[in-house]
């Protein structure tokens, strides 16, 4: 079975733009949890998404927003990209939404803001 | 304040010795706890977790971890360290679906 799939695998974009990251989850895992990993720290809660709601948001600002389709495929959409949003962005799927099942993580998208 | 702290940013062991890597929170309540494993390519992998019941948790790979409620720590070991153990180990609290990772031990193997 395909596990946890992430595209891109790298982007560079520029200071003010935009970028969308796409993750598709583990076949038959309805949830969908969005992190960001800046060189040299641990992951960073940013959404979770479980049947389509949102059901977690970390400490991230407004330009950071997600979805979850029908397929339960996920977008991470970020707006006026900062340097600092240069990252590691990690998706995980699980069964249901919420920490207890167990997370399979996807290998990322590399951001590099320039 | 919330807070996952790995004391130890890096731990060099060498193959065949036992290994202990240090997590402590900072939660009112007992949070759920977590260990993870990140190696280059490989992408985050869960070793193990506590919610409830037994201390001692038995996990994948050889490891396992105990919780300490009086310390608020979730220690994670190994007794006899493999090569392919190398890669950086994250400690993380789940505490009313606001999930928290540490920052990481990195550990080296010595032949």
């Known amino acids: 079975d395909a596990g946890v799939t992430q595209s891109p695998t790298h982007l560079i974009k520029t200071r003010g733009q935009h970028v969308t990251l796409r993750c598709s989850p583990i076949?038959?895992?309805?949830?969908v949890s969005w992190y960001q990993q800046v060189l040299g720290q641990g992951p960073q809660f940013i959404f979770q998404y479980y049947e389509k709601e949102e059901r977690g948001r970390g400490n991230f600002p407004d330009r950071f927003s997600a979805r979850q389709f029908p397929n339960y495929s996920s977008e991470l959409n970020v707006n006026a990209l900062l340097l600092g949003d240069s990252a590691l962005y990690l998706c995980?799927?699980?069964?249901?939404?919420?920490?207890?099942?167990?997370?399979?993580f996807g290998p990322g998208t590399r951001l590099t803001v320039l | 304040a919330q807070s996952v702290t790995q004391p130890d940013i890096h731990i060099t062991v060498s193959e065949g010795a036992s290994l202990e890597l240090r997590c402590n929170y900072s939660y009112g309540a007992t949070p759920y706890l977590f260990w993870y494993v990140q190696s280059p390519g490989q992408g985050l992998q869960l070793l193990l977790k506590y919610f409830s019941g037994d201390t001692l948790v038995q996990g994948i790979k050889g490891f396992e971890a105990e919780f300490k409620r009086s310390q608020s720590s979730f220690n994670l070991r190994k007794p006899s360290v493999h090569w392919s153990d190398a890669a950086e180990y994250f400690c993380?609290?789940?505490?009313?679906?606001?999930?928290?990772f540490g920052a990481g031990t990195r550990l080296t193997v010595k032949p």
């Open positions: 995980a799927s699980s069964s249901r939404g919420g920490f207890t099942d167990t997370q399979y």
């Open positions: 993380a609290v789940d505490n009313n679906n606001d999930m928290r």
């Open positions: 076949s038959g895992h309805k949830s």
